[in-house]
């Protein structure tokens, strides 16, 4: 979808179309890909209603690659420079672990979700990604004398490296090592030619208030968006997701419900386990 033009576009949406008659699918959820906001007019023409509820995150922290690690880490924020050199003073290593790192990175989760409220994916998600993904995708441990501390799992997609996951231990928190990983995220995915290292997400209300030039409001200056705002990228904002149904009597219900998921969007991200770990 990225490339096609109007007609092009068109053809796709309506064979998608004839596809879910055919095999009788009630529901369809698609969300535009980055720089597609041209997407949306088509699929209003078609029947579909903008959703409250993405299929993937539609604020997000980018961070440009094209820059030295030297220049990576003085674009962050001074608490998260500071951070990762007082990592690089405990003797925190960094290592790429692949399958090899799974047990201990579902330790990890284990640890998170107990203390943030979430319900974790099973560690064989994580193992199917490496997998499906081969050498676009890693496992990241950061480790003092053995131990590990905290974990993020990276996937390259066209031209960024996605942050799928993070853990951490919530142990030793004066070693701080989860800017120390995220940098190392960031040369990984530099030295592999990626543009982007993208954060997988913030609190959209935030993303908004910045974009429109208002800042960052108080609910972006605590918890996982502050953590990401700190690591030195540009808020960027993608198209929203759209739904439609193509059963005759889910139609107009379907068409009341999108619009109003917001409320649920928080819930059913903890319950995917869609928490980072910081």
Do not use: C
Request: zero cysteines.
């Amino acid at each position: 979808m990225a490339d096609l033009d109007d007609a092009a576009l068109g053809i796709v949406l309506d064979a998608l179309a004839g596809l879910a008659r055919r095999e009788r699918i009630l529901y369809v959820k698609l969300q535009p890909p980055a720089g597609r906001s041209d997407v949306e007019g088509a699929l209003l023409e078609r029947g579909f209603v903008a959703s409250d509820l993405p299929a993937a995150p539609v604020a997000t922290v980018l961070v440009d690659l094209r820059r030295t690690p030297e220049e990576l880490l003085a674009g962050m924020r001074a608490t998260a420079r500071r951070h990762v050199r007082n990592a690089i003073r405990n003797r925190i290593d960094v290592r790429s672990a692949g399958d090899a790192g799974l047990a201990a990175f579902g330790e990890l989760i284990a640890k998170t979700s107990e203390r943030q409220g979430f319900a974790p994916y099973p560690v064989d998600y994580y193992a199917a990604i490496l997998r499906q993904f081969g050498p676009r995708a890693d496992l990241l441990l950061a480790e003092r004398h053995g131990e590990v501390l905290s974990g993020a799992l990276v996937v390259g997609y066209g031209d960024s490296v996605i942050y799928k996951m993070g853990a951490w231990s919530g142990e030793h928190p004066k070693l701080t090592p989860n800017e120390l990983l995220h940098w190392h995220a960031m040369q990984w995915a530099r030295d592999r030619g990626y543009r982007y290292y993208d954060l997988e997400g913030i609190d959209e209300s935030v993303a908004d208030s910045i974009v429109a030039g208002h800042g960052v409001p108080e609910r972006g200056r605590r918890g996982t968006t502050n953590f990401k705002l700190g690591l030195g990228g540009e808020v960027t904002l993608f198209p929203r997701a759209y739904d439609r149904s193509f059963h005759r009597l889910l139609v107009w219900p379907a068409r009341i419900a999108a619009p109003r998921l917001t409320r649920l969007q928080s819930s059913i991200h903890r319950l995917l386990g869609r928490v980072a770990g910081e």
